[in-house]
């Protein structure tokens, strides 16, 4: 309980608010990477994940692949993308530039997968009606099948996105910013409230990360009371946060 | 490049720590083991709960996908003071990693088996207990070994992360090499770990086969019982 009343007293000292190793900045600097990455990982996922979808081919690829994202530990990536900078880019290696790296790497396969998913399960019939109507591969694809998958397009960005808040944390442990700077900076200098406080602060953003998104995700579900739709929605809805 | 590949890896380091290398890949399994095994029996009757009513799905859900959302590192540095640098912390961390995993791939299995073969079951006087584990539960296999197979491959990547409190497994490797700039260490870890994930789903794959022969063969009868089976959704 010791501890408690600590971090609750790091919390709301106000020189921890300010400052360049401020809360604020440290969020700011957290929120940065994580939305550089995400958004980098859905520029190039979700254009894959339509066209692959659509075509409804290379399902294997895309199903491996997303294993294979989740069988790689998000510290390994993160520590080998920092090698790999170490051995290319030397001043660029510390913090921002792996970071960002291992971040879209860890972001790509939950995006990729539920678009993939979200357009290659669109009911056959409903693709065939509207080409019979005389809509071109192009409107299948925008107007029908990307509508249809946006619920489950916006599970898999949120899965990319809490994962990179989850993991920006880790950019302290090689030279970064970001609110992991408390956990690792306590953790040298035994400064235990400093520590939790950091933990405490990652946690109510992923939280509020995965909160924005429920929302945006509620918004774009279309509003249709057909059954095929659904159907769609319903499997957005079970797959969430297991993708 | 010949070069860097040689700085890359360093053979004879590795071939002279053979001891801890696999002193610290069995800390791995055993670590996963557990974590996975612990989290199959809390939430294995929380499953059951939750769908004979529906009602106490909502809150299970909504709890164990906090656990799930709050990010690894900050769980264990959150229970430090609590449990102190132990193999408790890093323990807690992992189940309640896996709840939300098990819990929802054993409730979409539970509630996807046909009502009509429920009530036929029923009609050839099955209980209720007979039919969760005559039933039910077989029909549900294939879902619930899919959380299995999810939870134990996120399990083995997160006890890297459990390298920070001391108890990381093959992680200790990839911590190591990155405090003392040597790259072997850093890829032996993470090469070993990945290595150890996929090992892990594919047996698992092959063990959910052997269990549930039905979903191989295919026909027009079995194959309604697995609405899941569609490769690539992606709860599998």
Known sequence: ?243 | MIALADELIRWDWVFSHGQEIWSRFVQHVELTVIAVGVGLLISFPLAIVAHRHRFLYTPIAWFTGLLYTIPSIALFVILLPITGLSYTTAEIGLVSYTLLILIRNTVVGLSGVPEDVKEAARGMGYTQRELLWRVELPLALPAIMAGIRIAVVSTIGLVTVAALIGRGGLGQFILEGLQTFFNTEILLGAVLSVALALAADAALLGAQRVLTPWSRTGGPRTRPFIPWKKPGFPIG
């Open chain 1, 1 to 243: 309980m010791h501890t408690f009343v600590d971090v609750l007293h790091w919390l709301t000292t106000s020189s921890h608010w300010s400052g360049s190793g401020g809360i604020p900045i440290r969020v700011g600097e957290h929120l940065e990477l994580s939305v550089v990455s995400v958004g980098l990982a859905c520029a190039v996922a979700i254009p894959v994940g339509l066209v692959v979808g659509h075509l409804r081919r290379y399902e294997f690829l895309a199903v491996s692949f997303a294993n294979l994202g989740r069988a790689v530990p998000s510290f390994a990536i993160l520590v080998l993308a920092y090698l790999l900078f170490l051995q290319l880019w030397p001043s660029l290696a510390f913090g921002f530039g792996p970071t960002v790296v291992a971040l879209f790497l860890l972001s790509v396969p939950p995006i990729l997968t539920n678009t993939y998913v979200g357009v290659q399960s669109v009911d056959a019939d409903t693709v065939e009606a509207a080409r019979g109507m005389g809509m071109t591969e192009r409107d299948v694809l925008l107007r029908l099948e990307l509508p249809l998958a946006a619920p489950l397009i916006m599970a898999g960005v949120r899965t990319g996105a809490v994962t990179a808040v989850a993991t920006a944390t880790l950019a302290a442990l090689i030279g970064g910013g970001g609110l992991g700077r408390f956990i690792i900076d306590g953790f040298h200098t035994n400064d235990v409230a400093m520590v939790v406080s950091g933990a405490v602060l990652v946690a109510i953003l992923s939280i509020l990360t995965e909160g924005a998104f429920a929302l945006v995700e509620r918004a774009v579900r279309p509003r249709t009371s057909s059954r095929q739709t659904g159907g769609t929605l319903a499997a957005g809805r079970r797959s969430r946060a297991v993708a």
